[in-house]
T-cell receptor, first 117, second 113 residues
């Protein structure tokens, strides 16, 4: 079963408009972390934002905000005032504990965002 | 800020040879590093978790004898693809914990011919 689901393989947004990238997750853990990463064509992974499962407030980092709806198990990324440089692949990820005592992070399939001038 | 340096960025090798990819943490100690593989236009798939001074933990389906991981120091983890075949061609990327998230290397594009 998919643990992280990103249903939008591709999204278009007009420059300066806001866009929401969807992410739903599945876990039975009470403690987990949710992340969003940006991957430009160069391949590097850029950390954008983090939300802990116990955080009551939605995380915000500049133009990025995470719309965390715990009951619905969704962690959508909202990018406000899109810029041309925002065109990239965006991955939602979840960190959860393992039976061995460690933890691991799994990634969704990604959403490719295209910002139009 | 904290950086993970990954080398080489690109490598082409012949079938049957081995390739070593290095991942170094700069300015911080990384007791745990993660190795991912990414096929074109696909997501990152966790291959293994590398722990300093102990054996790596491999994900199900990953051949530990083929993908050798060594984490001999707090700043260096290496992934060796042994007896490489064309199907091993992929983008390999390492990451280290940097709370609250992770910091990633710049990736290695491996092409086996």
């Amino acid at each position: 079963a998919q643990k992280i689901t990103q249903t939008q393989p591709g999204m278009f947004v007009q420059e300066k408009e806001a866009v929401t990238l969807d992410c739903t997750y599945d876990t039975s853990d009470q403690s987990y972390g949710l992340f969003w990463y940006k991957q430009p064509s160069s391949g590097e992974m850029i950390f954008l934002i983090y939300q802990g499962s116990y955080d009551e407030q939605n995380a915000t980092e500049g133009r990025y905000s995470l719309n965390f709806q715990k009951a619905r198990k969704s962690a959508n990324l909202v990018i406000s005032a899109s810029q041309l440089g925002d065109s990239a692949m965006y991955f939602c990820a979840m960190r959860e504990g393992q039976n061995t005592g460690g933890f691991k992070t799994i990634f969704g399939a990604g959403t490719r965002l295209f910002v139009k001038a | 800020g904290a950086v993970v340096s990954q080398h080489p960025s690109r490598v082409i090798c012949k079938s049957g040879t081995s390739v070593k990819i290095e991942c170094r943490s700069l300015d911080f100690q990384a007791t745990t590093m993660f190795w991912y593989r990414q096929f074109p236009k696909q997501s990152l798939m966790l291959m293994a978790t590398s722990n300093e001074g102990s054996k790596a933990t491999y994900e199900q389906g990953v051949e530990k004898d083929k993908f050798l991981i060594n984490h001999a120091s707090l700043t260096l983890s290496t992934l060796t693809v042994t007896s490489a075949h064309p199907e091993d061609s992929s983008f390999y990327i390492c990451s280290a914990v940097l709370l609250p998230g992770y910091t990633f290397g710049s990736g290695t594009r491996l092409t086996v011919v």
